[in-house]
Every structure is written in structure tokens, then in C-alpha cells.
């Protein structure tokens, strides 16, 4: 009887120590908070032209002045050219060898030509203002941002051992000349077909590197260019927002096969790193950007609070952010009340 009795204290005893442990573990943890800035609207946009409306603005970029708007739906670019006061679409969706299948994303190359990947024939098709320039195969077709670097296109694919493919503009399907996968695979499941769905990155550009960010794993990537060596991984749960959010992600998640989308679109612009993110505290929301300082590493600096309540994609100038207002459907120019 003395046995069982201290087999049981002991059990218990272990127990309290474990609980303790956890507790001291979780006080030391080091989070950042950071200012939140409120931002405000300045202006507007809900239709074409031709007095359509927008309905699946799923990707923005800002580039030479000009805002280019990817509508999933339509399978063309709008472009909303400040300086000659022009607004005009780029790209045509359709079967034809110059025309998109299945648009997947964009992305907006220096000269200002428009990168249109088409998922339905895995291919690059670039235009320019006038129309169709030139087309060329490409490995993959998801709709996470990619971007081109010379005579190279980067894209999300991820394996069990990587998270992007550097692909040339000369490779051909097929083949494996001009293709490389690189990358690490993070192990955020042991169930191996979620864990390379839960790879999939954003890729951003940044100066001479690449950011590689997850929609459902709150963890940041930098690879050099070229080399394509991992310079750096920052962890976004650090932060106090992003750790509260992911530990009810956590507790929250009963299966290996679903999982949270809460970093709804990333983006880089003068040496800054973007994040918009979801939050579940009071209501659903996404209107929260998460600002990065990218020189001599990622450092969090602060947080724009967007007016309305959820957004879908974003880009950011010097001043401004442009955004799509979800529930309004309509393009807003932002503001925000204190720059920095």
C-alpha cells in the first residue's frame, strides 16, 4: 500500500513540476509590442472604365507611379497611371495562345511590362500596353506572390525538402535544365502532404534577397539571390499581436488537415517588409499591416490599423497604402495619421 501511495505522490509531484516549468518558460518568453498608428481613407475606386465593377482584386503592386490591379475574376491587370492620368487594363483572359486560361497572379516586372501567370497551361505570358509580348513555360501555377529577377522567375512549389523553384526563362517542361528548387521545408505537421501545402510562400523581392512568407505559419524567411543561402528566419509569434493570434490558432486546431490563413498578403517596398494579417479577438478582421525594418536584419516597428474591416491585398509607396476594401469592393487610398 506504501508503494502505490508513493508511486501516486510522485506521479503527482511530477505533474506540479512540469506545470511550473511551463509557466516559468512562458513568463521568461520575451515579446515586442509595438505602437499601432490609425490610418484614414483619402479617396476611392469601385469600377472600370468601362463602369464594371471590381470584384476579386487579389494582388497590387505600386511601381514608376502606377498602380496595378490583378482581378482573378476578369484574368487582366489594371493599370491606374497617376502620372499621365490614364486608366487602362493589360492582358485578355481566353483559350488563345496569347491570352490567359486559368489566371492564377501577377507581378510587375522593372520595366514595367506585366507578368501574368496562367495556371491552366503553366506558362508566363508577358504584356505590355499595347498587348501581348511573349510567353514561357513555368513549373508552377499557385496564386501566392512570385516575381522575376533577370532571366529568372521565382515561385512557390513546395516539397518535402523545399519552398520555392527558381525557374530560367529558357527551360522547357520536361526538363530539368534551368530548373532548382531551394528553400527550406518547415515542419509545422507530421502529415507530410499538409506540411507542403502549409509551405507554400509568398515571395517578395527585397534588396539583393527574397522574403518567403507562409499564409498559415507565423515564421519569415530571407534568402540571398543567386546563392540562394538562408540569411535569416524570423519568428513572427514574438510579437505580442502575432502570438496571441497564433495561440488560439493553436488551441483552436483539432486536425493536421485544416488549418488558419491569417497572413492574408505581404509586400516590400524601401527597405520595409509588409504583412497584412487576420486577428479573431473581437470579430473576424483583416486590417492589420505588420511593419519590418529589413536593414541589417527583420526588426518589427510598428502597426497600421486600415479603416474598414477586411481587406484582400495591398501595396505600399512612400506615403500611402492602396487597398482593397472587401466588403465595399472598391480600391482605397490610405493614410496614415502619424508617418514614419
Known sequence: MMGKEF????????????????????????????????????????????????????????????????????????????????????????????????????????????ALLDGGSLSLKIYNKSGFVTS???????????????????????????????????????????????????????????????????????????YAVSSSYPVVERYELGSEKLLETFDLSGIDCIGTIWSFIVRNTSSPKSFYVFLQDVYYANGKLYILYADWENQYSVNHILVLETKGGLTPVYIYKLPGTIYDSFAVNDNLIYAMNHEKNEIQTIKPLISH
Open 7 to 114: 508511486t501516486v505522490n510522485l506521479i503527482y509531484i511530477s505533474r506540479i513540476c512540469l506545470l511550473a516549468c511551463l509557466f516559468l518558460l512562458s513568463s521568461c518568453r520575451q515579446e515586442t509590442s509595438l505602437d499601432v498608428l490609425q490610418c484614414e481613407v483619402l479617396s476611392s475606386i469601385e469600377q472600370y472604365p468601362d463602369s464594371s465593377y471590381f470584384k476579386e482584386i487579389s494582388c497590387m503592386y505600386y511601381q514608376n507611379n502606377r498602380l496595378y490591379l490583378f482581378d482573378k475574376s476578369r484574368g487582366d491587370v489594371a493599370v491606374n497611371d497617376f502620372s499621365e492620368n490614364l486608366f487602362y487594363t493589360i492582358g485578355k483572359i481566353g483559350q488563345g495562345p496569347t491570352e490567359v486560361a486559368a489566371p492564377a497572379g501577377f507581378s510587375v516586372l522593372p520595366d514595367g511590362n506585366v
Open 136 to 210: 514561357y513555360d513555368v513549373p508552377s501555377g499557385s496564386d501566392n506572390r512570385f516575381f522575376t529577377e533577370g532571366n529568372q522567375t521565382y515561385l512557390t512549389l513546395a516539397t518535402d525538402t523545399s519552398c520555392y523553384v527558381k525557374a530560367s526563362s529558357s527551360w522547357k517542361r520536361g526538363t530539368i535544365e534551368g530548373l532548382e528548387l531551394h528553400g527550406s521545408s518547415l515542419h509545422i505537421t507530421d502529415d507530410p502532404g499538409m506540411n507542403i501545402i502549409r509551405n507554400r510562400r509568398h515571395l517578395m523581392k527585397g534588396e539583393g534577397c527574397l
